[in-house]
């Protein structure tokens, strides 16, 4: 069926460095794309959003890119701070109503 | 602006009671979506309500679970006769305009535990 995947479920980066969080989807007609932020015992956060005109999407330490010939979205957190540590999911809308289908999520572990 | 709140944050409930789980969504927000989560999995759709109107409950169970949003108060999502697969996280999130996005906003959701 149609889904929205991500590739790693955990991603250990050391402080300072950059980091790479992979999605594929399958849904050639997703137009719609959100990466959310999950911390222990919260809801998800937003962090940034792109739509299928644009293949990139900067915002503060963070960079989307959409590469809609292979179904493939990334973020890219600049400079991981331990505050960064959590879940991170992309989500695609999949109606005019708000509705979002999530991937599995990928665990971000920043070490000293 | 205090978000949306969901309460209870935790809930403990016994095979075949019933569980009630309720939003508040921010204020001047009329959508009101309801998800799942299962440990270590993404969150799964539910149901979307407006005011007084479900508009899409293509995500609940066709038994024992249901959703409402009164023209007064929070938004309630009942669960009947829990079973021990009703164990998750349930958030909901509201939004101004019913499109997603930017203006969607998760409460911190409610940990169900079925004993």
């Known amino acids: 069926g149609e889904s929205v995947g991500l590739h790693l479920p955990t991603l250990s980066v050391q402080e300072g460095d950059n980091s790479i969080i992979n999605c594929a989807y399958s849904?050639?007609?997703?137009?719609?794309f959100i990466w959310y932020k999950q911390e222990s015992g919260k809801g998800p956060q937003f962090i940034i959003d792109?739509?299928?005109?644009?293949d990139k999407r900067q915002g503060q330490r963070v960079t989307v890119l959409l590469n809609k010939t292979v179904k493939h979205l990334s973020l890219q957190i600049a400079a991981t701070q331990p505050g960064d540590s959590a879940v991170y999911f992309c989500?695609?809308?999949?109606?005019?109503?708000?509705?979002?289908?999530f991937g599995a999520g990928t665990q971000v572990v920043v070490t000293p | 602006n205090a978000g949306v709140m969901q309460n209870p944050r935790h809930l403990v409930r016994r095979r075949g009671q019933e569980a009630r789980l309720r939003c508040s969504p921010m204020?001047?927000?009329?959508?009101v979506y309801w998800y799942r989560q299962l440990p270590e999995e993404g969150l799964k759709f539910m149901v979307y309500?407006?005011?007084?109107?479900?508009?899409?409950e293509s995500g609940m169970p066709k038994e024992r679970f249901s959703a409402e949003f009164p023209k007064e108060g929070p938004s309630i999502l009942r669960i009947q006769q829990v079973v021990r697969g009703d164990s998750a996280a349930y958030f909901c999130?509201?939004?101004?305009?019913?499109?997603?996005?930017?203006?969607?906003?998760f409460g911190s959701g409610t940990r169900l535990t079925v004993v």
């Open positions: 999130a509201s939004s101004p305009t019913g499109t997603g996005g930017y203006g969607y906003t």
């Open positions: 849904n050639s007609a997703s137009d719609y």
């Open positions: 792109i739509r299928s005109n644009m």
């Open positions: 989500a695609d809308l999949t109606d005019s109503w708000g509705k979002l289908q």
């Open positions: 204020k001047g927000h009329s959508h």
């Open positions: 309500l407006q005011k007084e109107n479900i508009i899409d």
